[in-house]
């Protein structure tokens, strides 16, 4: 079965930067689009950064410049490199995928940054 596992999460101070993975098996990962989602405290989860299989990306406009998702594709992970981290930041980041038209998450890693 798919399964998404992320890594990375911690606590950092305004400024810092931390480097989040997220590692697939169960599917072809070279051809899947993958991306990352977050969700702060009392808020909706909305999406970061997607990249698609051939490397395209697209990020939420309060990331851009910030953030760079990448991926290793002989690795089967996704990574998403995150600097200048605002106290806004703080959530908790999930892996995304979609696989035969069905959603799949990882359990999510929590980044929280302190002011």
């Known amino acids: 079965q798919v399964q998404l596992v992320e890594s990375g999460g911690g606590l950092v101070q305004a400024g810092g930067s931390l480097r989040l993975s997220c590692t697939a098996s169960g599917i072809t990962f070279s051809i899947h689009p993958m991306a990352w989602y977050r969700q702060a405290p009392g808020k909706q989860r909305e999406l970061v950064a997607r990249i698609l299989s051939d490397s395209r990306t697209n990020y939420a406009d309060s990331v851009k410049g910030r953030f760079t998702i990448s991926r290793d594709n002989a690795k089967n992970t996704v990574y998403l490199q995150m600097n200048s981290l605002k106290p806004e930041d703080t959530a908790v980041y999930y892996c995304?995928?979609?696989?035969?038209?069905?959603?799949?998450w990882g359990k999510g890693t929590l980044v929280t940054v302190s002011s």
């Open positions: 995304q995928t979609t696989h035969i038209a069905m959603d799949f």
